[in-house]
Every structure is written in structure tokens, then in C-alpha cells.
């Protein structure tokens, strides 16, 4: 399995930007995707889930109402959609997978990193 994220970047307050993820070496339709982020010192957090069977997204409490998160089973990609960033969205961001069947992420990317300037 492998998931390769793009998109991160420098972006200041107020900003947005684009992630993305593609997958390979999965049937990519039958996984749940999802999007964590770390800062240094800090346990990886949850951002946004989206379901496998009918695009329901799910979202942390941090990030509702600012990122989207959407799929593209045709091309084996996940995105994130980062709208009214903030300096506290600076991160690394990380896409992950799971099986329709398994309960834990285990599939996880290489991370990219996402910086909002004050």
C-alpha cells in the first residue's frame, strides 16, 4: 500500500490550500479515508474522515466548517480542501487508510507539511 500527499505548503492567515493524496495498492472504493495532522510534541490528531460506501465526511471540531474533505475513486485520491486557515492548522499532514471492515487506520502516508504564517 502506498499513499503519496501533496499540496502542503506556506500559506498565510485567512489562506487556503489543497491536499492531496493518491493511493496505490488498494481497491481504494472499498477503504475509508482520512486526513490527521501532528505538530511536534504532540500526538498525531484526527482532522477529517470520509466514508467508503457514501462519501459521508466527518470532521474534528478544530477544522468543521473550514475543511472539506472529498474523494475521487476514479482516480484513487483523496483531497482536503483547507479553507480560513489559521496559524494553529500548522502541521504535518498525514492521509491514511482503512479497510470497510477495519476498525483502525493502518495505512498511512509520508506526511506534508502545512505552515500558516501569522
Known amino acids: 500500500v502506498q499513499l503519496q500527499a501533496s499540496g502542503g505548503g506556506l500559506v498565510q492567515t485567512g489562506g487556503s490550500l489543497r491536499l492531496s493524496c493518491v493511493a496505490s495498492?488498494?481497491?481504494?472504493?472499498?477503504?475509508?479515508m482520512a486526513w490527521f495532522r501532528q505538530t511536534p510534541g504532540k500526538e498525531r490528531e484526527f482532522a477529517a474522515e470520509i466514508n467508503w460506501s457514501d462519501s459521508s465526511a466527518t470532521y474534528a471540531d478544530s477544522v468543521k466548517g473550514r475543511f472539506t474533505i472529498s474523494r475521487d475513486n476514479a482516480k484513487n485520491t483523496v483531497f482536503l480542501q483547507m479553507n480560513s486557515l489559521k496559524p494553529e492548522d500548522t502541521a504535518v499532514y498525514y492521509c491514511?487508510?482503512?479497510?470497510?471492515?477495519?476498525?483502525?487506520?493502518?495505512?498511512w502516508g509520508q506526511g506534508t507539511l502545512v505552515t500558516v504564517s501569522s
Open positions: 491514511a487508510a482503512r479497510g470497510y471492515t477495519t476498525r483502525a487506520y493502518n495505512n
Open positions: 495498492g488498494i481497491t481504494f472504493s472499498r477503504y475509508h
